[in-house]
């Protein structure tokens, strides 16, 4: 029986949260795109999904792991097989692969964006990176978010300025496809866990972060989230859970990813 | 055969309104020699196909570009180029904006000669609202909709290896060649730096041709520019400069391009720019970033 813990970061809670998204993946590649969601997926496959497959971020695919930060000189990492960014594309587009990934805008529908915000397409008013494998992505495998600061600038009105991901929305699903092809999963934010089965793929309260209220998500989403008549509260971490995590983040950079590295309970 | 020419040679074979492929991944194993070689050239209106890092954010910076066919243009430890930021956010650049795997199918569909390569990639994107070229179209084999990707046909690749011979053989022994295969073959002229040339011998070991992943006949030219891909990484042999891309990026908000342009390329060489960077040997012993 686990012991719950104590004290945790909220940073910790979301790790956890977090890794409940690939518990029932089996064995597929989980993509942890920066270092909350990194984190994530890796206590993930520490615990209850050992079948998972992850890469050093750079060109191997590995059987455990890598604690993320510098490691000591003598660390071997547990190599499995060469993957290259060209054979990434091969793993995504045969769908045995699910990626957390932060958008900068997410709508209603659960497309996303990390290309551009505002202005004209031909003129932007803010470039960010361009589409990235967001296209790719979104139409292959699984998708969950992670959203670190959940606000009416993330969670926007409308459409996103640039869709550059699939989401729920008839008026663009493809000929011969279904909403049920597209696969979004967890939303992981500040204030909660949330998924897109509500009614029609509408956007869900799952349950919510200690101190945080219904109001709190509705109030910092442009759009109308689902509340069923139950919210739990978001599972909180137990004393294994963040010894994991601390192995696998040893120089505590999760302190640093969310501003004032706030307390698990507020 | 010597395919050996300089980078001087190399930048005389480019013509204006070109579309050139250059190779590498965002701050990694990018052809920066013959980047700066453009920048002094009076070179314009060229089409440049990426996965774009410094290369394209100083191209833009310094007039050379028509247009970008890009998925993402980064830095990765500073996640947004700001030169590529300021032309866009000028509205000074075309664009053809796709998913980084569609880049890979648009080079593999001009390599093999197809006009397209079907995949999902971009339905219900406005990858395809915004590209009004691509075409959406049916499969003759089920009920679904398909994107067309077309073949990015490339008048030139620039590449950078970790060795070549000079015949145009080429070793990659970074963890990962990237694309820089079919930048090579989407191309009808592929020109490569080398940090060290080689005797075709050296290529017998096949630990060594292990790493070579194309045919020389996919290789024009060679040139030999030891830290060549400087401030991007040549792994193993140096990593990327983090204090030199800080200060590139920095420059942006400081002065602009021209800033670092004069402190780093005007009037150089490519062994004067190493002189003010801090020489071969402080390239050479950049540190591996770690993930």
């Known amino acids: 029986m686990s012991t719950p813990a104590k004290e945790f970061s909220l940073a910790e809670l979301m790790i956890c949260a977090g890794a409940e998204a690939f518990r029932n993946d089996g064995e597929v590649l989980a993509t942890g795109i920066g270092l909350i969601p990194r984190l994530a997926a890796s206590l993930a496959m520490k615990t209850f999904n050992p079948d998972l497959m992850m890469t050093d971020s750079e060109a191997y695919l590995l059987s455990e792991p890598n604690p993320v930060g510098n490691r000591p000189d003598n660390f071997v990492q547990k190599n499995e097989t060469w993957m290259g960014f060209s054979r990434i594309f091969d793993n995504v587009w045969s769908s045995k692969r699910h990626a957390m990934v932060g958008p900068t805008q997410i709508d209603q529908y659960g497309q996303a964006n990390i290309s551009a915000l505002g202005g004209s397409y031909e003129q932007p008013k803010v470039q960010m990176l361009g589409v990235r494998g967001f296209p790719g992505n979104s139409i292959s495998h699984a998708n969950s978010f992670f959203v670190p600061g959940h606000n009416k600038r993330v969670f926007v009105a409308g459409e996103c300025d640039m869709v550059a991901s699939v989401g729920y929305n008839r008026e663009r699903l493809p000929g011969g496809y279904s909403l049920d092809d597209v696969d979004l999963r967890l939303v992981i934010t500040d204030l909660c866990v949330m998924d897109w089965q509500g009614p029609d793929h509408q956007l869900r309260l799952v349950s919510l972060h200690p101190g945080v209220s219904v109001q709190d998500v509705q109030e910092n989403t442009g759009f109308d989230v689902y509340i069923p008549e139950q919210v739990a509260e978001?599972?909180?971490?137990?004393?294994?859970q963040l010894r994991i995590i601390q192995q696998l983040d040893p120089h505590n950079l999760r302190a640093s990813q969310l501003k004032g590295n706030p307390a698990g309970r507020r | 055969m010597d395919k050996r020419m300089t980078t001087a040679d190399i930048v005389g074979?480019?013509?204006?309104?070109?579309?050139?492929?250059?190779?590498?991944?965002?701050?990694?194993?990018?052809?920066?020699?013959?980047?700066?070689?453009?920048?002094?050239?009076?070179?314009?209106?060229?089409?440049?196909?990426?996965?774009?890092?410094?290369?394209?954010?100083?191209?833009?910076?310094?007039?050379?570009?028509?247009?970008?066919?890009?998925?993402?243009?980064?830095?990765?430890?500073?996640?947004?180029?700001p030169y590529f930021r300021q032309a866009r956010q000028n509205g000074e650049i075309e664009v053809m904006e796709i998913d980084e795997g569609m880049m890979l199918l648009g080079l593999r569909a001009a390599a093999w000669g197809c006009p397209f390569i079907p995949t999902r990639i971009g339905l219900g994107t406005d990858v395809i609202k915004v590209n009004p070229e691509l075409k959406v179209i049916d499969s003759p084999y089920d009920d679904k909709e398909w994107v067309a990707m077309p073949a990015l046909k490339l008048d030139v690749s620039l590449l950078?290896?970790?060795?070549?011979?000079?015949?145009?053989?080429?070793?990659?022994?970074?963890?990962?060649?990237?694309?820089?295969?079919?930048?090579?073959?989407?191309?009808?002229?592929?020109?490569?730096?080398?940090?060290?040339?080689?005797?075709?011998?050296?290529?017998?070991?096949?630990?060594?041709?292990?790493?070579?992943?194309?045919e020389r006949s996919a290789t024009t030219g060679v040139s030999l520019m030891p830290g060549g891909a400087h401030p991007s990484s040549c792994a193993p042999l140096y990593g990327f400069d983090v204090p030199h891309f800080k200060e590139y990026s920095a420059s942006a908000k400081a002065g602009g391009f021209a800033v670092y342009y004069d402190k780093y390329i005007s009037n150089t060489t490519e062994e004067e720019y190493q002189k003010r960077v801090g020489g071969l040997e402080a390239i050479r012993s950049l540190p591996a970033p770690v993930y």
């Open chain 2, 160 to 214: 950078h290896v970790d060795r070549a011979d000079e015949r145009g053989v080429c070793q990659i022994r970074g963890a990962d060649h990237y694309m820089d295969d079919w930048f090579a073959r989407a191309a009808d002229k592929t020109f490569v730096t080398c940090d060290e040339l080689v005797d075709s011998d050296y290529f017998a070991d096949p630990e060594e041709s292990r790493y070579v992943f194309w």
């Open chain 1, 234 to 240: 978001t599972v909180l971490p137990d004393e294994e």
């Open chain 2, 13 to 81: 074979e480019l013509r204006d309104g070109m579309t050139i492929g250059i190779g590498g991944w965002g701050p990694r194993r990018k052809p920066m020699a013959l980047v700066r070689e453009i920048l002094r050239s009076d070179l314009k209106d060229l089409t440049i196909v990426a996965y774009g890092g410094a290369d394209v954010g100083m191209l833009c910076a310094a007039g050379k570009v028509k247009k970008v066919v890009f998925a993402f243009v980064s830095l990765d430890f500073i996640p947004l180029e």
